[in-house]
């Protein structure tokens, strides 16, 4: 079993920031990529952000590019999001998840293992 456990969401004004942690444990592999996704009431879940095994390759959904920062710390087996300048359309539960292999990618169906969520609300 792999679990994925995110933290660090909660409730901020537009124009704030938060950063999302999600620690991989249990069984492990050699190499795993990691994203985070999102996903808002009544919206399917979305791509936010990416990073390689190594943290070499990033990618980002357009819109949050510029705004966020995917990385990592394979030490810890954990992958960091940082979201800064919020806006109310961020509003959404954040998913982090685990692909096996070294390379980022940004479809859903790539990953093999999902955390239960964390809650991220912005208010205007």
């Known amino acids: 079993q792999v679990q994925l456990v995110e933290s660090g969401g909660g409730s901020v004004q537009a124009g704030g920031s938060l950063r999302l942690s999600c620690a991989v444990s249990?069984?492990?592999?050699?190499?795993?990529?990691m994203g985070w996704f999102r996903q808002a009431p009544g919206n399917e879940r979305m791509f936010v952000a990416a990073?390689?095994?190594?943290?070499?390759?990033?990618y980002y959904s357009d819109s949050v590019k510029g705004r966020f920062t995917i990385s990592r710390d394979n030490a810890k087996n954990t992958v960091y999001l940082q979201m800064s300048s919020l806006k109310p359309e961020d509003t959404a539960v954040y998913y982090c998840?685990?692909?096996?292999?070294?390379?980022?990618?940004?479809?859903?169906?790539?990953?093999?293992?999902w955390g239960q969520g964390t809650q991220v609300t912005v208010s205007s």
């Open positions: 998840a685990v692909r096996r292999g070294a390379g980022a990618r940004t479809v859903e169906n790539d990953y093999d293992y």
């Open positions: 249990g069984r492990t592999f050699d190499y795993y990529a």
């Open positions: 990073i390689s095994w190594s943290g070499g390759t990033t």
